[in-house]
């Protein structure tokens, strides 16, 4: 059964500080990886979508990397800003049998200081 | 292009009351979710249609919840009789056939209150 976990579940720092966002998961045979953010009170935005056959993908000051091996996906944001405080969330498609189904993380909540 | 939409944004009901939320998909996308998130947890598929044929319900308390997608387009998911622990966001996706290309696209969610 596929698992995901994301570590540390909350996160401060000062503003313009690079920071890295771990994400794990127990099962490699996956499709591809996807990282939301979502806002309080808000529903999820779609950030980057990486396919297994992928090492990373990139916008903006974001970068997301996929090692489906080790079973892990961080995501980078180069010179934070208070704006992207929130919470991130990543989520893998199973590979096998799939339907779509999406299988979630339980958050990292960021936030960034002024 | 339109996102996904969802109505209401808000509900409060009492326990053994029933509700049904509402979405609408992206025109053209032939997958639709229904997702339950708790209070500091990820979302979880409650169920999935493709067109108006439901694929995966495996996670869905059928004593309780019901769901339908009428003519393959909007969704309705209803809770009769709610209990407090379906306290949540509920959250609609869709995505053009099964996101292994394009993605998913989801709505902004409607929380639920159940007092």
């Known amino acids: 059964k596929q698992e995901v976990t994301q570590i540390p579940a909350a996160l401060s720092v000062p503003e313009g500080e690079n920071l890295v966002l771990n994400c794990s998961f127990t099962?490699?045979?996956?499709?591809?990886l996807q990282w939301f953010r979502q806002d309080p009170g808000k529903g999820l935005t779609s950030l980057l979508l990486i396919q297994s056959s992928q090492r990373e993908q990139t916008s903006g000051r974001l970068n997301a990397s996929l090692d489906k091996s080790s079973g892990r996906s961080t995501l980078y944001i180069a010179a934070s800003q208070p704006g992207d405080s929130a919470t991130y969330l990543c989520a893998v498609r199973p590979g096998s049998g799939n339907t779509g189904k999406l299988i979630f993380g339980q958050g990292t909540t960021l936030q960034v200081k002024p | 292009e339109a996102g996904v939409a969802q109505s209401p944004r808000y509900k409060i009901i009492e326990k053994r009351q029933s509700v049904a939320f509402w979405c609408n998909p992206i025109s053209g996308h032939a997958t639709l979710y229904w997702y339950q998130q708790i209070l500091g947890q990820g979302p979880k598929l409650l169920i999935q249609f493709q067109n108006n044929g439901v694929v995966d319900d495996s996670q869905l308390p059928k004593d309780r919840f019901s769901a339908e997608r009428l003519k393959g387009v909007d969704s309705t998911l209803k809770i009769q009789p709610a209990k407090l622990e379906d306290s949540a966001v509920y959250l609609c996706a869709s995505s053009l056939g099964t996101g292994g290309r394009d993605g998913y696209t989801f709505g902004s969610g409607t929380r639920l209150t159940v007092v």
């Open positions: 099962d490699s045979a996956i499709y591809n």
